[in-house]
Structure formats: structure tokens, C-alpha cells
């Protein structure tokens, strides 16, 4: 079973900057993905981006496009959440996710907070 830990969140002023790490322990299959979901209070969960463990192959949500940039060093088994030009809408609990390709995300991070303000 992988386990997953983020770190990195924090306050941050509209048009900053910030960087989410994930770092995974445990047997990591090749077919692996990992992932960035958010969700803010009274809102449902959102994707944000992933990518796979052994291909540079990234999706990002809509609303984060161009924005932010996910990105993996498999040698530390962590992967990171580059953050730019972050808006007050980006304020969320961040949660890293990993699952073996095709089948759902089945391990979770505690979720780390980010906030921006305005």
C-alpha cells in the first residue's frame, strides 16, 4: 500500500506563488499515477492535475491550465505542485492521490492547506 504525505501549503498573497510536495512511500507499479485534487469549503472535490510515474504524460484541470505545473522526481518518489499566479479561488485544501492505471485513486494524503488572499 502506498502512502502519501503533502507538504508545502501555506498563505500567499493573489499573484504568488507556491509549491506542493507529495512524497510516496511503498512499492510503486510502474503503471502508477499520481495526482492533485482540491476542495474548498462547501464545495465538492475538483481535479487538478496528474501524472504518470514512468511517463512525462500530465493533465491539468481547466481552471488551473497554464497556471500550474505538476511534476515528479522518481528518485525521492515525490511529486510536486508548482503554483503560479494563484487567485483567491485557488484557496482549498490540497490532497495528493495515487492509484495503479486504469482503476481509481485508492491512496490519499491528510490534505494540506493553501490561501490566497486578496
Known amino acids: 500500500q502506498v502512502q502519501l504525505v503533502e507538504s508545502g501549503g501555506g498563505l500567499v498573497q493573489a499573484g504568488g506563488s507556491l509549491r506542493l510536495s507529495c512524497a510516496a512511500s511503498?512499492?510503486?507499479?510502474?503503471?502508477?499515477?499520481m495526482a492533485w485534487f482540491r476542495q474548498a469549503p462547501g464545495k465538492e472535490r475538483e481535479f487538478v492535475a496528474a501524472?504518470?510515474?514512468?511517463?512525462?504524460?500530465?493533465m491539468y484541470g481547466a481552471s488551473v491550465k497554464g497556471r500550474f505545473t505538476i511534476s515528479r522526481d522518481s528518485a525521492k518518489s515525490t511529486v510536486f505542485l508548482q503554483m503560479n499566479s494563484l487567485k483567491p479561488e485557488d484557496t482549498a485544501v490540497y490532497y495528493c492521490?495515487?492509484?495503479?492505471?486504469?482503476?481509481?485513486?485508492?491512496?490519499w494524503g491528510q490534505g494540506t492547506q493553501v490561501t490566497v488572499s486578496s
Open positions: 501524472i504518470r510515474w514512468t511517463q512525462d504524460i500530465t
Open positions: 511503498g512499492r510503486i507499479a510502474s503503471n502508477y499515477r
Open positions: 492521490a495515487g492509484g495503479v492505471i486504469p482503476r481509481e485513486y485508492d491512496a
